[in-house]
């Protein structure tokens, strides 16, 4: 739908940003009623990499979409990669 365009394009401006203060609402795209913004949003919280998506991230990978699901184990990946090296 046009709707979830709108706002795919919205969780993609988000995830360029790279700001903190964009983690909330891109936590919020995570749980969106359309997998393509809940895939962008997955995609954005790895880009992001803010320790309060570890969780909502494990979460997405039992996602009733597919796409979903592996762009969350990703980004989950990517979490941990960067938070484990302490």
């Known amino acids: ?5 709108h706002r795919v394009a919205t969780v993609r401006v988000l995830s360029m940003m790279a700001d903190p203060a964009s983690v909330e ?11 393509s913004v809940r895939l962008e949003a997955a995609r954005g919280l790895g880009q992001v990499g803010d320790k309060r998506a570890i969780t909502p991230l494990e979460q997405a990978q039992k ?24």
């Open 63 to 86: 996602d009733p979409d597919e796409a979903v699901r592996k762009m969350a184990r990703t980004s989950s990946r990517m979490m941990n990669t960067r938070f484990d090296s302490k």
């Open 25 to 35: 609402p891109l936590l919020q795209a995570l749980q969106d009623s359309a997998a």
């Open 1 to 5: 739908s046009t709707e979830a365009a």
